[in-house]
Structure formats: structure tokens, C-alpha cells
Nanobody, 113 residues
Framework: QVQLVESGGGLVQAGGSLRLSCAAS????????MRWYRQAPGNQREAVAA???????DYADSVKGRFTISRDNAKNTMYLQMNSLKPEDTGVYYC???????WGQGTQVTVSS
């Protein structure tokens, strides 16, 4: 049974940085695509970044050049380094595994102007 636990959220000023972590239990972590999503109040959940089992990455246009997704398969952990944060990056950030489909509980990121 795969379980995902996010951490690293918090309150930061615009222009600041945060690093989110997603710790996965279960041996399938290394073989599946992992994604970060976010959801702002009143908005739909949107994909932010994705990383394949071999390390290929993809990003939403809104975060390209500012966010970096990475994973450490030996530690069953995925990361999202967020730099140059903007108020519009505020939301709850969730990690997701593709197969099996699992979601973490989310971690709040708040960027003040």
C-alpha cells in the first residue's frame, strides 16, 4: 500500500524560496511517474510538475524556470524546490503517484506580497 506524506510548506515573502518533500512508503515509488499539484482557494487542482522514474521532468508554464522537481528513489522521496515565489503560487500542494494513483494530504504554501 503506497502512502504519500508531504512536508515543507509554510509562509514566505514574495521572492523567497521553499522546498517541499513527499515521502512515499511502498516499493513501487521508484517505478512510477510522480507529480506535484496545487490548489488555490476557489480554483481547481492543477498540475505543477512531473518526474518520470528515469528523471525526465515537465513543468507548468507558470512555474518554469522557478521550480525544480527531483526525486531520490533510494529514499523514496520526491522534492519540489520553489524559488522566486509569487503570491499566485499560494495554495495547498499535493504529491501524487501515477500507478497506483495515490494522493498525499497536502501542505499549505502561502506567499505574501
Amino acid at each position: 500500500q503506497v502512502q504519500l506524506v508531504e512536508s515543507g510548506g509554510g509562509l514566505v515573502q514574495a521572492g523567497g524560496s521553499l522546498r517541499l518533500s513527499c515521502a512515499a512508503s511502498g516499493s513501487i515509488f521508484s517505478s512510477t511517474i510522480m507529480r506535484w499539484y496545487r490548489q488555490a482557494p476557489g480554483n481547481q487542482r492543477e498540475a505543477v510538475a512531473a518526474i518520470t522514474s528515469t528523471g525526465s521532468t515537465d513543468y507548468a508554464d507558470s512555474v518554469k524556470g522557478r521550480f525544480t522537481i527531483s526525486r531520490d528513489n533510494a529514499k523514496n522521496t520526491m522534492y519540489l524546490q520553489m524559488n522566486s515565489l509569487k503570491p499566485e503560487d499560494t495554495g495547498v500542494y499535493y504529491c501524487n503517484s501515477f500507478q497506483p494513483s495515490r494522493w498525499g494530504q497536502g501542505t499549505q504554501v502561502t506567499v505574501s506580497s
